[in-house]
């Protein structure tokens, strides 16, 4: 039934395995939980903790291996069929087709879902004005920004109102201001359509929005309930610590995750921020004289990283993935001097000028369709230039192509392994693909799977690894040859708060060790890792420098102290009106 006292979900004792070759996964194990009617209730998880396969049972996908799941009042297994009429599934890789336009993928959705063709231009007039696409209902699907395609995804998901919506991750790889108006729109519908929405997120800032948070890891659940009941136990251990001056934040940070009695180290705004355990607060910095710890409040991120033991530093005797040693003289290791690129009658990327320097974290940040990975193509030599200058240690871009590449590992946005191979596969590949000898080949393998801790997994099929395995054995096989320059566009999209600590400490290290490492991230808190930053708009530069020079460049009187998130829609929304006026 669907009355407001009844769950519109509930989970009893529900276990499912998978069988990949010879290994056993328990995705759930005994798992059980309820979702109220007419909430926002948010899931959340590390990676591998069974948030999707949860998804898939509820949506009729899947079958239970054992145990029941019941949506608004059918059972999902045995009456699947009616319970997908009644609900909307947006799963994280939604299904567009990309070469059909926005009012085709929205007709073929339509098809799909029974909807009347005499109701049709109703419902497409509300959805295109609730996703802000009204002006695009022509523009091919393949052509819209990365958050434009997750709200038409939404909007072809709702053509159908349907009273539970299942939405798994559907801000992962979306930009800060494409985040807030999807945010916006499930708001709506929760309040204007009554509708019960069931969320997974890999932003615990998102989970804080939900009414209810259920906490899942290997396939059980931790704990559910409102958000800030998940906090208000951790008060009296969570503080900050300004940075001494002359001392790196990225330095502090490293230095007090690995303190004893220190349980997580983030960088905050100007200031390194800290979960202590408890009862440590008098004794974990005990020979800092340097530091002094200022109270603050907990909140929800602090629970979900001590729930789960902690961030992990790396080992201290960890081998260390440094880049071979270089004679350059020259400190400068890539110059961007008005860079140019276009297709066809379209600029992606304009009057675009930089550096950066050996040894320095540089991150690349800006909207949805930025220029960002076309820039980053153009740099690794996968893309050419339309125009302007592109040196990368020391050699020119138009002329020695090949031969930079030898100097560059790269990770794309999108896991770009062969998900059909194994992991042992993928690094022989990649390290025949750059031309290491066999001593060379067997000694880099070695180290990947001890630095990576890949040996238990390196017989899994690589599409088959959870994110976060499939993050650390991309980055393994980009530095492969030990290369000197790194690209990692979007690394730690989708992965949970403990993956991406784990990988900002191996940037981290990667940085001391020499190697220049170039970053994009929709994550604005890592954007505090950078040395230097710049934040992009339609192919161009809008602010350039340290992470407090671009916050301060974006200060003003209605927010004096502004995030770095803050900063980034304050810039955007500058740009765009000041575009605006200017047409």
Not at 12 to 18: A, C, G, N, S
Not at 378 to 392: F, I
Not at 393 to 411: K, P, V, W
Request: contains cysteine; charged residues 25%; hydrophobic residues 45%.
């Amino acid at each position: 039934m669907d009355g407001s006292s009844e769950p519109a979900l509930v989970v009893e004792d529900v276990e499912k395995h998978f069988t990949t070759g010879e290994r056993t996964v328990k995705a759930l194990d005994s798992t059980c939980l309820s979702v109220p009617h007419g909430s926002v209730t948010g899931l959340i998880g590390p990676d591998g903790a069974g948030k999707t396969t949860l998804m898939r049972l509820a949506a009729g996908l899947l079958q239970p291996d054992a145990g029941t799941l019941t949506v608004l009042g059918l059972d999902a297994d045995r009456d699947a069929l009616a319970v997908q009429s009644r609900i909307g599934y947006m799963p994280q890789h939604f299904g567009l087709y990309e070469d059909l336009s926005v009012r085709e993928n929205l007709d073929l959705y339509a098809d799909l879902q029974g909807v009347p063709r005499a109701e049709r231009a109703a419902r497409y007039e509300e959805l295109m004005r609730m996703t802000g696409l009204g002006a695009f209902t022509r523009r091919l699907a393949g052509r819209l920004s990365g958050g434009m395609k997750q709200k038409l995804g939404l909007a072809c998901t709702l053509i159908h109102p349907p009273a539970l919506l299942l939405l798994d991750e559907p801000t992962v790889g979306v930009d800060p201001v494409s985040r807030r108006e999807l945010w916006s729109i499930v708001y709506r519908l929760v309040e204007q359509e009554e509708m019960t929405v069931l969320l997974s997120t890999a932003y615990l800032d998102e989970a804080e929005r939900c009414a209810q948070v259920i906490l899942l890891h290997e396939g059980r659940v931790l704990s559910q309930g409102p958000p800030d009941e998940y906090s208000a136990p951790l008060a009296g251990r969570t503080f900050v610590v300004d940075v001494p001056a002359g001392q790196q934040k990225r330095a502090l940070q490293v230095r007090l995750a690995a303190t004893p009695g220190v349980v997580d180290a983030v960088i905050d705004r100007e200031r390194v921020r800290l979960l202590l355990a408890p009862d440590q607060a008098s004794t974990a910095l005990a020979n800092a004289d340097d530091l002094v710890l200022q109270p603050v409040e907990p909140r929800f991120e602090d629970h979900f990283i001590d729930a789960l033991g902690g961030a992990r530093p790396l080992p201290a005797d960890a081998p260390q993935p440094g880049a071979a040693a270089r004679d350059d003289d020259d400190q400068t290791i890539i110059e961007v001097d008005r860079l140019e690129r276009r297709f066809g009658d379209f600029l992606a990327v304009q009057d675009l000028s930089f550096t950066v320097q050996r040894g320095e974290v540089f991150g690349l940040l800006g909207a949805n369709g930025a220029g960002k990975s076309t820039t980053f193509r153009m740099l690794c030599g996968l893309l050419p230039a339309s125009g302007g200058r592109l040196a990368v240690a020391g050699m020119d871009l138009r002329h020695a192509r090949a031969a930079a590449r030898q100097r560059i590992g790269y990770m794309s946005q999108k896991f770009s392994l062969y998900g059909n191979l194994r992991v042992q596969q993928n690094l022989e590949f990649f390290a025949s693909a750059y031309g290491l000898g066999n001593a060379a080949r067997r000694r880099r393998i070695s180290w990947a799977l001890d630095t990576f801790e890949l040996a238990d997994q390196v017989d899994a099929t690589s599409g088959d690894l959870p994110l976060g395995y499939k993050q650390r054995l991309a980055l393994a096989c980009a530095l492969m040859h030990e290369p000197d320059i790194l690209f990692l566009d979007e690394p730690t999209s989708g992965v949970d708060p403990l993956a991406r600590r784990e990988f900002w400490a191996r940037i981290n290290a990667l940085a001391e060790a020499g190697v220049t490492v170039l970053v994009t991230t929709h994550f604005l808190e890592e954007a505090e890792y950078c040395d230097r930053l710049a934040i992009m708009a339609a192919g161009r530069i809008l602010s350039l420098g340290t992470p407090s020079e671009v916050k301060t460049a974006a200060r003003d009187d209605a927010n004096p102290a502004p995030s770095m998130e803050d900063a980034f829609i304050a810039l955007i929304e500058r740009d765009a009106q000041d575009t605006g006026a200017a047409a």
